[in-house]
């Protein structure tokens, strides 16, 4: 991404383009998934791949994640953070998230972390993609 | 931890116990933040530290963050994740948090990792702790 394209805000971050985001987000393979359960916040890591710009990834019979998943908006958020030099990046996604054919996890090779049957297939279509550079803050060094 | 303090569940998840939950968050330093924000949710990554099992992290002025964060109920969740044994736990703190007096940041040695005045400190008083083990899937090994 050349110079010309960040556009600075005034807490230091850099906020980075939609396609800068798309592209960290399908580079990685874990992220975080915030849903709302029982009126509550809640994260979770999950391992997953993208598909034209969707974020695809399983999880198993019935969860509270899996519950709190159906049809509902959630957030997605992949970040890669340098605890040593405080530096980093961070994407996030707003979307609608539905189960999909469970055959479409066998071929993206969605391979679930926990062991269980875990046949169920999670897709987030992107309806808003965010995302920002965290840099060193040169005042605060130790 | 033992043996006999772990609980297996149907998902093949560990569960840690409380202490183990404490132990795991008060050692590490990055977690991420779930609010929610004009009715969608919303993850940040915070660089955070503990004291007395309470979470504290800095953020600055007039981010959408701190107004999300204002006597509000929100998620906290620290991993830690092998992204290539697929491995790793996850822990999640459910809390209240409040902006507490900056003094306390400074001597906290809450750095902020972006540059900018970020002054307002910010504590989740954890209500409900809970944990995982995520252990690789035998039956999906790649």
Redesign the interface.
Known sequence: MSQDEILMI????EILDEEECHRLVSDH??G?V???IGA??????V?YTTIGGDVVFRT?EG?KLRAALEHA?????V?H?D?VY???W?V?I?GMADEIDPEWGERL?V??????H?HHVIRIRPEMITGRR???????Q?
């Open positions: 005034d807490e230091g971050l393979g874990i975080r915030g849903v709302t509550l916040p809640a994260i979770f890591p391992n198993g969860t908006v959630v957030a997605f958020e970040d953070i605890p405080h530096q980093g961070s996030q707003i090779a391979t679930p972390w926990a062991p269980g875990r965290i840099r060193r803050d040169h005042h605060h130790d």
